[in-house]
């Protein structure tokens, strides 16, 4: 979060290959996503890859709660690419997923 680069990345993106409890899958990959996202601008793309492979394993997994809080940084990348109405679309959805799942204070977070 204080844009701190000095750290290598290789051994971060290690941690996916070694995680081998299918819960942790999606949660990994956000939290990369979301650790890109706050490198720096330039690095939007590579987050937005990560971000969608998290969507991709919490949705084969079930893990409603995390897949909702993939949508909502999913939401944060659309928002910095300038992508008004699709990022609308997956705070939406992120809202809908946490609704379903009885996560009442992250609604009102979004809200």
């Not at 941690?15 to 330039?42: F, H, P, Q, T």
């Not at 969507?55 to 008004?84: C, H, M, P, Q, W």
């Amino acid at each position: 979060m204080n844009n701190e680069k000095g750290f290598n990345l290789e051994t971060l993106y290690g941690y996916v290959s070694a995680a081998k409890v299918k819960l942790y899958e999606g949660w990994i990959r956000r939290n990369i996503s979301e650790i890109l996202l706050n490198m720096d601008e330039e690095r939007i793309s590579e987050a937005e890859k990560w971000i969608n492979e998290a969507i991709t394993a919490d949705s084969e997994n079930g893990t409603l709660f995390e897949l909702g809080r993939d949508y909502s940084v999913y939401y944060t990348i659309l928002i910095r690419k300038g992508e008004e109405s699709q990022a609308q679309e997956s705070l939406h959805r992120a809202m809908d997923i946490f609704k379903n799942c009885g996560a009442d204070g992250w609604v009102k977070k979004y809200e």
